[in-house]
């Protein structure tokens, strides 16, 4: 039967499956170990589960409050108090959504309106550009300086103009694992005052820090605060990828807004998770360990490919490496990549794709948040290349 109508104009002609789906696939097919898409591939709590089983069997299964069940908000807005000292209305001010994803898109679409610009940092997350773009606006690009991923603001000032409308944020940052200093932060509202910027804020990985730093969320500086959407990830935070359950926080005239489009994209999140989230952050030590746990797997992984290779320059933040193959190979990343599953059995991404025009450094970037065992298997193939 012939499509009908049988030329589409395509809202987004260069995009294609992403690169997370590609490599995981790949990944399957070569039965290779995959440290590819950021996933754990351990449990998470038994706890957080019996909860779930809890609710589910209470007969909490029909929907749930628009914004999100107003307990878990009050959850949150606890937990962002004590961590950041703001204050935000569970009332007014925090939704919670079917992902950080869904949370991005949604507050770009309630915000930018054709040829407005947003300014990105590059290499950058995978959704933003697509999101940006659907909506009209003109994604405006600003390459962190490798290899430590740095910001020169004097450089990204140069980029700001009256069309900017939005800047993006990511902290601690994917794929390269750096993350923003308070000095960064500080200069951010230097170059925001007097303007009517708006701000995202990926915080999907707020609770995995390395080194003893700590998180300078867009909640700690009260002349970004009430021009920010902050963003972050429940499935990140409690090994529940899966589950697809994140929130956003914004002060109440733009909330308003994001409810607006929110409403009409998801209407509501899974309801008997909202209630058991919400038991289960009344004990902090549930994400403020992730410090430590995590950094744990990033010390271990490195000292395991210490004898590789690869060039290591430990991540910062996140649950991902970077390592350099400049020694071994002078072939695109996203060549060496597919090679390494097809021939190594051990998949990783391709940082290169992370920009709007490829630039590669030949560096790829792998996922740590995996059993020991996991890295072991994998770590022995690295050191046999």
């Known amino acids: 039967m012939p499509l009908f109508p049988n030329v589409i104009n395509s809202k987004l002609p260069q995009v294609g499956t992403t690169i997370f789906a590609v490599m995981s696939k790949l990944a399957t097919e070569h039965k290779a170990i995959n440290l590819s898409q950021g996933f754990p591939d351990f449990s998470c709590s038994l706890e957080l ?22 307990k ?13 000292g703001a204050t935000y209305d569970p009332g007014t001010e925090i939704t919670v959504t079917a992902g950080a994803t869904q949370a991005i898109y949604t507050a770009i679409t309630a915000m930018i309106h054709e040829n407005d610009e947003v300014l990105i940092f590059e ?29 020169d603001w004097t450089e990204v000032q140069k980029l700001v103009n009256h069309h900017t409308r939005m800047i993006i944020i990511n902290t601690p940052h994917n794929p390269t694992g750096s993350v923003m200093s308070a000095e960064d932060m500080t200069k951010l509202e230097k170059l925001c005052k007097n303007t009517d910027i708006l701000i995202i804020s990926d915080e999907v990985y707020e609770h995995i820090l390395f080194d003893g730093q700590t998180h300078q969320s867009v909640a700690r500086f009260p002349d970004l605060i009430n021009r920010s959407f902050i963003i972050s ?42 209630y058991a989230l919400a038991d289960f952050l009344k004990n902090a030590d ?12 990033r010390d271990y992984f490195n000292k395991l490919i210490a004898g590789s290779r690869f060039g290591c320059n430990p991540s910062t933040g996140t649950y991902f490496q970077l390592l350099s193959y400049e020694g071994l190979s002078t072939e695109k990343d996203t060549e060496y990549a597919i090679r390494l599953v097809k021939e190594f059995g051990v998949a990783s991404v391709p940082v290169s794709v992370f920009y709007h025009q490829p630039k590669d450094n030949h560096v790829l970037r792998f996922c740590f948040a995996k059993q020991n065992e996991t890295l072991e298997k994998a770590a022995e193939i690295i050191c046999k290349i």
Not at 55 to 65: C, D, I, L
Not at 133 to 145: A, R, W
Not at 255 to 261: A, D, N, P
């Open 233 to 274: 990830s429940f499935g990140k935070t409690f090994h529940t990828t899966g589950w697809k359950i994140g929130y956003c926080l914004g002060p109440k005239n733009m909330m308003e807004e994001f409810r607006k489009v929110h409403q009409f994209l998801v209407f509501s999140v899974n309801t008997p998770i909202q």
């Open 72 to 84: 878990l908000r009050e959850m949150i807005a606890e937990k962002t108090q004590k961590l950041y």
């Open 286 to 297: 549930n994400y403020l360990g992730l410090n430590e746990f995590y950094q744990q797997k």
């Open 49 to 70: 589960i019996g909860l779930i089983d809890k609710y589910m069997k209470g007969g909490f299964n029909q929907y749930a409050p628009m914004p999100g069940v107003l």
């Open 123 to 151: 290499p950058a997350y995978d959704c933003y550009i697509p999101a940006i773009e659907l909506n009209g606006g003109k994604p405006v690009f600003y390459q962190l300086k490798a290899p430590n991923y740095t910001i």
